[in-house]
């Protein structure tokens, strides 16, 4: 079965979003308590429990983000809602990348309407 860890994971192994197989006894989601766990939309995968809502495509499929389950509030003021063009981001972007002369939106409004930082 593999696995997804996350960036930065205990045994830095594997970025955000990388398949690897697991480490038998060391295998993470055995040797930590199930509520730091979440299962992404493929149920094989895995991100650590506060990885979820926090508007980074951890799962690369977005289901942290976006899955009813996940049930996630709206964009923090941080962010802007819209549809990013970026894989990193789901349905938000930080607003520290308004204004900055690229398209992370596919509507352009983090050029044209978001009021920036």
Known sequence: MNKIFAQGD???K?????????????DVPQS????LLAHCGDRAS???SDQKCDGINNCGDCSDELSPVT?????????????????????CIPRTLCQDHVQHCSDWSDEYSCPGP
């Open 10 to 12: 205990v045994n830095l």
């Open 14 to 26: 594997a970025a955000a979003g990388t398949r690897v197989l697991p480490g038998g006894e060391e």
């Open 32 to 35: 930590l308590p199930s509520f």
């Open 46 to 48: 895995w991100i650590y």
């Open 71 to 91: 049930a996630c509030p709206p964009c923090d003021p941080g962010w802007w809602h819209c549809s990013p063009t970026v894989f990193q981001y789901c349905s």
